[in-house]
């Protein structure tokens, strides 16, 4: 049974950073994508970054709005996943979502429906 378990969240001001992590449970990642979402409260959820492995090349993509912030990184047994967050914004404030399983190609990756399993989601907040 696949698992994920995201923990790191929590309260910050803007400026501060931030690092969550997303545990597997059940899964290895060797292939395919795995990355994080967002959703902000009344809004849809919204692809962050992802790591996509392809013809034995790892791709790391960021949507513009975190770019240069955010870094995502993943530890040497493929079964954690990190976002490091940097210069936390109120518009980053949202439920962080670890999403796994996906496919081997970086545009797909971004598209939620595309992620087979997902974790409960942690809650970052920034205050301005």
């Known amino acids: 049974q696949v698992q994920l378990v995201e923990s790191g969240g929590g309260s910050v001001q803007a400026g501060g950073s931030l690092r969550v992590s997303c545990i597997a449970s059940?899964?290895?990642?060797?292939?395919?994508?795995m990355g994080w979402f967002r959703q902000a409260p009344g809004k849809e959820r919204e692809w962050v970054a992802a790591i996509t492995i392809g013809g034995g090349v790892g791709y790391f993509d960021y949507s513009e709005s975190v770019k240069g912030r955010f870094t995502i990184s993943r530890d040497s047994a493929w079964k954690t996943l990190y976002l490091q967050m940097n210069s936390l914004k109120a518009e980053d404030t949202g439920m962080y979502y670890c999403?796994?399983?996906?496919?081997?190609?970086?545009?797909?990756?971004?598209?939620?429906?595309?992620?087979?399993?997902w974790g409960q989601g942690t809650q970052v907040t920034v205050s301005s």
């Open positions: 059940g899964f290895v990642f060797s292939s395919g994508c």
């Open positions: 999403a796994a399983d996906g496919p081997s190609d970086r545009y797909l990756c971004r598209d939620a429906s595309m992620l087979k399993y």
